[in-house]
């Protein structure tokens, strides 16, 4: 069955992402901010953890399986760059770390994540609203922990690190 393929590929492709938060987040647990790192990958497991929740549910309802349609080509290549990201990690500044970062949470993939998660029911989808939201914060934060690790990295070795800038005011929930 192709779309439970696509699934399983799925939450392979959020597992590989949480083992690669869960590297920068350890390789930098003294840069300011980093912290972003290691709840980007909570996230990603929980991810992985609701698409193995959903191919359970579609196994007993097949009906559901019409609605659901995943880009498997372009699924691999993003694995492929989680994967040539991880190999390369060890060499990475925090400033590079968050940038791939952001790069890999903007990417389409990401979307289909999310809208194969909200084809299982109503309640599922609200779940799934709330982790995107959530998402959509740490990428926030992986925005400012960028700014700050390239203007660390750009100042003299004798200057102090420069600080986090202050957090913006939390936005009002957005509808599903």
């Known amino acids: 069955m192709k779309v439970m393929t696509g699934l399983r590929a799925l939450e392979r492709f959020e597992c590989q992402l949480a083992d690669l938060y869960q590297m920068f987040a350890d390789r930098f647990a003294s840069v300011p901010g980093a912290a972003a790192f290691a709840q980007l990958a909570s996230a990603s497991r929980r991810h992985a953890q609701a698409i193995a929740y959903q191919r359970r549910v579609l196994r007993q309802n097949g009906t559901l399986l019409d609605r659901l ?3 498997l080509p372009a699924l691999e290549e993003a694995s492929a760059r989680v994967r040539d990201t991880a190999a390369r990690a060890c060499t990475m500044s925090c400033a590079q770390a968050a940038a791939r970062a952001l790069d890999l949470e903007r990417s389409p993939v990401r979307g289909q994540v999310v809208q194969s998660l909200r ?12 982790l995107f939201r959530t998402d959509q ?40």
Do not use: C, Q
Request: glycine residues 2%.
């Open 69 to 71: 349609h995943i880009d």
């Open 119 to 130: 084809v299982v029911d109503e309640s599922f989808a609200a779940l799934i609203a709330e």
């Open 137 to 176: 914060r740490r990428g926030r934060m992986l925005e400012r922990l960028d700014w700050v690790a390239r203007a660390n990295e750009a100042a003299t070795a004798t200057a102090a690190p420069i600080p986090l800038p202050p957090a913006p005011p939390p936005r009002p929930p957005a509808s599903p």
